[in-house]
């Protein structure tokens, strides 16, 4: 029976998501065995895989809905407003998100349950949302 006496080292190091962007693989993984005659194995670095997501809703939705946050929280023509717009940093509160829910439902002709109602906090995941219930 063969046995391999000596220490062992083993390092991965992983990368984390940078500025919005997620990123995931192995960055590096090495192994060495500290013994004479016995050959070290190190690997070259995987290379990153980019994930992008697309948005599911059309321009037009996300304009539709915009409009109509703009309407609901009283804000300026000239705000603004995009897909990534959060209510709440839009100065909406609970009452106003409901509204907000409340005018969606009337202009797309839609129901909207009360779990995804509360999943809803930015432009986009109104406008995903309405084009879900649509198809």
Same mark, same amino acid.
């Given at each position: 029976?063969?046995?391999?006496?000596?220490?062992?080292?083993?390092?991965?190091?992983?990368?984390?998501?940078?500025?919005?962007?997620?990123?995931?693989?192995?960055?590096?993984?090495?192994?060495?065995?500290?013994?004479?005659?016995?050959?070290?194995?190190? %690997?070259?670095?995987?290379?990153?895989?980019? @994930?992008?997501?697309?948005? !599911?809703?059309?321009?037009? &939705? $996300?304009?539709? =809905?915009?409009?109509?946050?703009?309407?609901?929280?009283?804000?300026?023509?000239? %705000?603004?407003?995009?897909?990534?717009?959060? @209510?709440?940093?839009?100065? !909406?509160?609970?009452?106003? &998100? $409901?509204?907000? =829910?409340?005018?969606?439902?009337?202009?797309?002709?839609?129901?909207?349950?009360?779990?995804?109602?509360?999943?809803?906090?930015?432009?986009?995941?109104?406008?995903?949302?309405i084009e879900d219930l649509l198809k």
């Amino acid at each position: 029976m063969a046995s391999i006496s000596g220490s062992t080292s083993v390092c991965i190091s992983r990368c984390l998501s940078q500025q919005n962007q997620v990123r995931s693989g192995l960055n590096s993984v090495s192994l060495s065995i500290q013994k004479p005659n016995f050959p070290s194995l190190r %690997s070259r670095p995987v290379p990153f895989r980019r @994930f992008q997501v697309s948005c !599911a809703a059309k321009k037009e &939705t $996300v304009d539709k =809905v915009c409009e109509i946050v703009r309407k609901q929280l009283a804000l300026p023509a000239n %705000s603004t407003l995009s897909g990534e717009s959060k @209510f709440s940093a839009l100065g !909406a509160d609970s009452l106003d &998100t $409901v509204e907000i =829910v409340m005018g969606l439902e009337e202009a797309f002709g839609i129901s909207v349950e009360e779990e995804s109602a509360q999943s809803i906090a930015t432009v986009q995941d109104a406008a995903d949302m309405i084009e879900d219930l649509l198809k």
